[in-house]
């Protein structure tokens, strides 16, 4: 059974830093591209980042370049989500979710971000 | 700019149709597959039709996708609506410049 379980998320400073982390299981890891989607409180999804299944090409949406850094350890089965400069527009929660041939074919629950003073 | 535009919200009684559009700002929305996830309240998004219109294992078919060039959308249509079809709906595809992307949402509400 695939499984994607999130963590890391919490409540932060505005300007302040955390690092969200995704544990996988249940299928060969190092085969896919990984991404992170995120949901502001009762708003819609939005694409955050992605990483190809050897970690050598990464992904931003314009808004988070530059503040955000993707990651992985295909040796551990971990994503990462680095997050610096944060701003209260980026309280959300943050799923990880595999990417198959086209589709976001796996999601994990979710990981709540809180940016609030 | 690439954009997916969903309405809001689109309701229907149980037993009837409802189908929920995905408008393509600019481009072929032909140019890339289109797939559509269901989230219920408090839930992750779960696929229910990707490559414009096939159905993972455990999707019934009365979930079916399509595509119409010359509006330059995708559509989502579910027949014989049942109660537990009601949940927010988002189309989802990708752009060379902007990577994925997905629309707006729309709310379905079963009457």
């Known amino acids: 059974e695939v499984l994607l379980v999130e963590s890391g998320g919490g409540l932060v400073k505005p300007g302040g830093s955390l690092r969200l982390s995704c544990a996988a299981s249940?299928?060969?890891?190092?085969?896919?591209?990984m991404t992170w989607v995120r949901q502001a409180p009762g708003k819609g999804l939005e694409w955050v980042s992605s990483?190809?299944?050897?970690?050598?090409?990464?992904f931003y949406a314009e808004s988070m370049k530059g503040r955000f850094t993707i990651s992985r350890d295909n040796a551990k089965n971990s994503l990462f989500l680095q997050l610096h400069s944060l701003r209260a527009e980026d309280t959300a929660v943050y799923y990880c979710?595999?990417?198959?041939?086209?589709?976001?074919?796996?999601w994990g629950q979710g990981t709540l971000v809180t940016v609030s003073s | 700019n690439f954009m997916l535009t969903q309405p809001h919200s689109v309701s229907g009684s149980p037993g009837k149709t409802v189908t929920i559009s995905c408008t393509c700002s600019?481009?072929?929305?032909?140019?890339?597959?289109v797939q559509w996830y269901q989230q219920r309240p408090g839930s992750a998004p779960t696929t229910v039709i990707y490559?414009?219109?096939?159905?993972p294992s455990g999707v019934p078919d009365r979930f079916s996708g399509s595509i119409d060039s010359s509006s330059n959308s995708a559509s989502l249509t579910i027949s014989g609506l049942k109660t537990e079809d009601e949940a927010d709906y988002f189309c989802?595809?990708?752009?060379?410049?902007?990577?994925?992307?997905f629309g707006g949402g729309t709310k379905l509400t079963v009457l």
């Open positions: 979710a595999r990417i198959g041939e086209v589709t976001f074919d796996y």
């Open positions: 249940g299928f060969t890891f190092s085969d896919y591209t």
């Open positions: 990483v190809s299944s050897g970690g050598g090409y990464t």
């Open positions: 600019s481009g072929s929305i032909a140019s890339n597959y």
């Open positions: 490559e414009d219109n096939k159905r």
């Open positions: 989802q595809s990708y752009d060379t410049n902007t990577y994925w992307l």
